[in-house]
Nanobody, 119 residues
């Protein structure tokens, strides 16, 4: 079991940056792959980025590739999403999630943090 709490969202102008954090409880954070997702009003939830339990093989959706960077610090039980060159279309609630490396399903989710990009 792991509990996740996101922070770092807010209002930013287009072209600006934000860094989201996802703090995890428990001593098994380093056994979970981590992902970041987002959901804009009226749209389906979208996978944004993911990273393996060891910090390898980062994946990015085409919509954020080259602008966002996912990372993790297993010593601090925290995952991050650095978001640069933000666009109005990045406006959404951002969620972090955890899954076992053996599973395709993210079983643990945070409550979400709002990111609003003004144009």
């Amino acid at each position: 079991q792991v509990q996740l709490v996101e922070s770092g969202g807010g209002l930013v102008q287009a072209g600006g940056s934000l860094r989201l954090s996802c703090a995890a409880s428990g001593r098994t954070f380093n056994t979970y792959d981590m992902g970041w997702f987002r959901q804009a009003p009226g749209k389906d939830r979208e996978s944004v980025a993911r990273i393996t339990f060891s910090g390898g093989r980062p994946y990015y959706s085409d919509s954020v590739k080259g602008r966002f960077t996912i990372s993790r610090d297993n010593a601090k039980n925290t995952a991050y999403l650095q978001m640069n060159s933000l666009k109005a279309e990045d406006t959404a609630v951002y969620y972090c999630a955890a899954r076992s490396p053996a599973s395709a399903v993210y079983n643990f989710w945070g409550q979400g943090t709002q990111v609003t990009v003004s144009s």
